[in-house]
């Protein structure tokens, strides 16, 4: 498109520029050029306005010009169109012209008057950025003098040579007086300075004319109005090309209300900083920048006491502090940290410092955070040193826990009820024993859950209220219905509270009773054993007599049949005798390994034919029954004495069951309760009936001697006494259970045997006639048995040498002319007894063959070490014939030295 040049000069006009030159001229110049016509619309424009504001010439030409200019600039336009100077041409003017993208430029107007044909010519001048730039200095000098105005500065100058000063409106203003209100000197500048400040400002003044540079300093002054305020003035000296100073020039604020300020926070600080340093514990400001710079803006003199170091160190270096923190919890230290700074909310935590000394410091710390303008975060807050409460904290929770430990293990009820009687705590061994949880207690009556009896309830009450310490004991029912004897102590503490100590004492009560039972059958067995000694002696001496006296007389006739009844009555007294030594555990077992299942099965056939055939007799043997340790004999004799029993309990007939089985420690320890029971293997032993059954009064009692619910007639009461010795003396445990109607049941437990073991000190016999010539030397301190043995040993060809005791004996045998074969003698003498003897004996004469003889025949001799179970022992009472025997036995061993 082509931009048609303006009109040039008629032809041959004088100096009329060429159209071409024009031409190029409209083409090239920067400026807006444009023809207007009479209408104001757009005849010719030149290229700068497409260049300049965007508009093609298409898009300009024949349009109004006034549909370019702002809504606002449109009146003054027009109005500047219509004033035409006396040179012809219109005023000049501005306004806001619009570019093709729609924003504004400011354009500077030259136009001419209109010509013939109402043309006009123009020159536009883009003055944007000249406007701009007035414009924001026009703006810069308002908000300066706001600035100002609102912080109180003032500005001044001096002239050094001519002393001509000026002030800024807002420095008179700040020296009291109306902005011009008084000429500006330096003098008067003095003369308002404060007479104290006066001789140091006029100095630094000098110093800054002398030396040159800035300075600043603070000063007061006194207003006309006679206030004082507080200046903060800076100032920069001006050289002349000489060098000299010509010009001083600054400013002044008025910074009273600040000093006032720093003061008042100076004052502040000075009155915090005495509370923070009584405030035990450390109070602390820490700061968190958005960059991750940490920084501690005021630390208090507690940081001495907490982490060792002064305050200035903590706030010079803050890692030096944070590297306290124990390494275990340095995590949760941070988390906590990281969660106040993103939340906001109050920040705590207790951990442990570990100081350079090696010492552990518990502290506990709390801040509420604040965040700053520029971001940072700021906490305000208190450390605490808390290591003695964590200490105590510490012994406390061990004491709690030791004394959890002791109440929840201890073999006592123990409860707290409150001051108003409702239950607080109760323990481990009460919810055992009740049955009850606590929590399920909480629920109830507990009072009448307890103790449904109401006067014993009521005695419960009364009990607890006066809480004297003193036991008492109550009947207590459990959860299941069964009913415990409990013996009880209450103690009151200090808020009224109520603590109660109990114990179950219903085993105690039984245990009680077994203990006076076992004292009573231990007391009849220690006087069964001492009258069975001088019991047998007797016997000894009547069963010699009777033999001799009947040996006297002709068979048949009534003497001889008298004595034949004194002999039987002498061996069922033997007999009774040897009972009561089995009960009182005196008897001398002969104890070997043997299989409990072959001697029931041995003695199954006698006990049918014992208790005759409307009774059953059934026997269960255990598979893979362990052995045992026990005199069989003994055995066969306590199940005989079982199966009598039953049959008596049987009239009408019934079932006995003979049953055994491998049982375990745990299960003897359950049935017999009370007794101690050795760990290990046990084999069972059980006898049951389908009898008349006992009530607990006859059970309690069924093991006493002499102790019978039959008639006299037709037993001696220690049928089941002498079960119970042989199961004692055997190392085992007897157990009985019946109920009227119900039968009865024996259970007899006994160790199982792990290896065989030695047998116990036996007699030896010898079968046939024990005659013979050889030298026996008797010791027997009872006069009575040494004159029947004695003649016993005569009529059956044997030389006797007798002694009254040890010392007699050895006298004896040092006096005999002739060889002695054999001593015969009682172990209990006074002054030597029998092993003492022999020991002498057989060391004087190694060949001598020894028999011991004695009335305690239990094995309380072997354990005193009387006789070594090597020695032969016959018991007493024997017969002529057992004597006999005894001696031919021991005369044919082998010669040994005894003991």
Not at 82 to 108: I, Q
Not at 125 to 147: F, G, H, I, K, N
Not at 341 to 348: C, F, I, M, S
Request: charged share 25%; glycine share 8%.
């Amino acid at each position: 498109m082509s931009h048609p040049p303006p009109p040039a000069a008629p032809d041959g006009a004088t100096g009329a520029v060429p159209v071409e030159v024009v031409g190029r001229l409209f083409a090239l110049t920067r400026n807006l050029l444009c023809v207007t016509g009479p209408e104001g619309t757009f005849l010719h424009v030149n290229p700068a306005w497409e260049r300049a504001l965007g508009w093609t010439v298409d898009e300009l030409l024949g349009r109004p010009l006034l549909d370019f200019v702002h809504p606002d600039d449109r009146v003054a336009t027009l109005a500047a169109s219509r004033t035409v100077r006396s040179d012809g041409a219109l005023d000049p003017f501005v306004n806001r012209f619009r570019c093709r993208d729609g924003s504004y430029r400011w354009l500077s107007w030259i136009v001419s008057a209109p010509d013939a044909q109402g043309r006009c010519h123009s020159i536009a001048t883009d003055v944007t950025a000249q406007r701009t730039a007035e414009a924001r200095l026009r703006a810069s000098e308002a908000l300066l003098r706001e600035t100002q105005e609102i912080a109180s500065i003032g500005s001044w100058s001096w002239e050094v040579g001519t002393g001509a000063t000026t002030w800024s409106d807002e420095l008179y203003r700040i020296h009291g007086f109306a902005p011009g209100g008084v000429e500006a000197s330096y003098e008067r500048f003095i003369g308002l300075v404060h007479p104290d400040d006066r001789a140091r400002v006029t100095a630094d003044h000098a110093d800054a004319v002398r030396v040159g540079g800035a300075f600043a300093h603070d000063y007061r002054i006194v207003r006309p109005d006679g206030t004082e305020r507080t200046l903060h003035c800076r100032g920069r000296v001006t050289r002349g090309p000489e060098g000299a100073v010509v010009r001083v020039a600054g400013s002044c604020q008025d910074v009273t209300e600040r000093v006032r300020t720093v003061e008042a926070l100076q004052e502040s600080q000075a009155r915090f900083d005495r509370v923070a340093a009584k405030v035990p514990g450390m109070v602390f400001q820490y700061v968190l920048a958005p960059d991750g710079t940490e920084a501690l803006p005021y630390v208090s003199a507690g940081a001495r006491e907490i982490y060792g170091l002064s305050p200035e160190a903590m706030q010079r270096d803050p890692q030096e502090a944070f590297a306290l923190v124990h390494p275990d919890d340095r995590a949760e230290w941070a988390r906590t940290v990281a969660a106040s700074a993103a939340t906001l909310e109050r920040w705590g935590w207790e951990g442990r410092l570990l100081l350079p000394s090696g010492e552990e410091r518990w502290v506990q710390g709390a801040a509420q955070p604040q965040r700053q303008p520029d971001g940072s975060i700021l906490w305000d807050g208190l450390l605490l040193d808390v290591t003695d409460r964590r200490r105590a904290e510490a012994l406390a929770r061990r004491q709690y826990e030791l004394l959890q430990a002791i109440l929840d293990h201890i073999p006592a009820m123990v409860t707290v009820t409150s001051a108003t009687g409702e239950p607080v705590f109760a323990n481990a061994e009460w919810t055992r024993l009740s049955g009850w949880s606590w929590a399920e207690a909480r629920t109830l009556d507990l009072l009448a859950e307890l103790y449904p009896d109401p006067a014993e309830r009521a005695r419960v009450v009364e009990f607890t209220r006066a809480a004297t310490g003193r036991p008492g004991e109550f009947r207590m029912r459990s959860r299941d219905g069964r009913m415990l004897q409990t013996s009880w102590a209450t103690v009151a503490l200090s808020d009224g509270s109520v603590v109660g100590l109990g114990l179950d004492v219903s085993e105690r009560g039984r245990l009680e009773s077994q203990l006076r039972q076992a004292q009573k059958m231990e007391a009849v067995g220690q006087l069964a054993g001492g009258v069975a000694h001088d019991f047998n002696n007797l016997l000894q001496v009547i069963m010699a007599s009777t033999r001799f006296a009947r040996e006297t007389l002709p068979s048949g006739t009534p003497a001889a049949e008298e004595l034949a009844a004194v002999e039987e009555a002498t061996a069922r007294a033997v007999q009774l005798t040897r009972q009561l030594l089995v009960f009182s555990r005196k008897q001398l077992l002969k104890a070997e390994v043997l299989d409990l299942n072959r001697v029931v099965e041995g003695v199954t056939p006698m006990l049918r034919r014992l208790i005759g055939e409307d009774i059953r007799v059934l026997t269960m043997p255990g598979a893979s029954l362990a052995p045992v340790v026990a005199d069989p004999g003994q055995l066969e004799q306590v199940l005989m004495n079982l199966a009598v029993n039953a049959r008596d309990a049987m009239p009408n007939g019934g079932t006995l069951r003979i049953e055994t089985a491998n049982v375990d420690a745990a299960a003897v320890e359950a049935l017999h309760r009370g007794d101690v029971v050795e760990p290990g293997a046990y084999v069972r032993l059980t006898v049951r009936d389908t009898g008349v059954g006992m009530d607990e009064g006859t059970v309690a009692r069924i093991f006493e001697p002499f102790f019978t619910t039959k008639a006299s007639s037709q037993g001696t009461g220690l049928g089941l006494s002498t079960v119970y010795g042989i199961v004692k003396q055997s190392g085992g445990h007897v157990w009985v259970t019946s109920a009227p109607g119900d039968g009865t049941r024996f259970d007899i437990d006994l160790p199982a045997a792990a290896a065989p073991a030695p047998s116990g000190v036996a007699e030896t016999a010898a079968p046939g006639v024990g005659r013979g010539t050889e030298t026996v030397l008797l010791v027997e301190d009872d006069a009575a048995v040494r004159a029947g043995v004695g003649r016993i040993l005569t009529r059956a060809g044997y030389t006797v040498l007798t002694a009254t005791d040890g010392r007699d004996a050895l006298r004896v045998a040092g006096a005999s002319a002739r060889p002695i074969h054999l001593v015969l003698t009682d172990i209990v003498m006074p002054e030597m007894n029998g092993r003492e003897l022999v020991e002498q004996l057989t060391a004087r004469y190694p060949e001598l063959r020894v028999l011991c003889m004695s009335g305690y025949t239990d094995d309380e001799i072997v354990r005193r070490g009387l006789v070594v179970p090597t020695m032969a022992l016959l018991e007493k009472p024997f017969t002529p014939e057992r004597l006999l025997d005894a001696v031919r036995a021991a005369l044919r061993r082998t010669a040994r030295r005894e003991g």
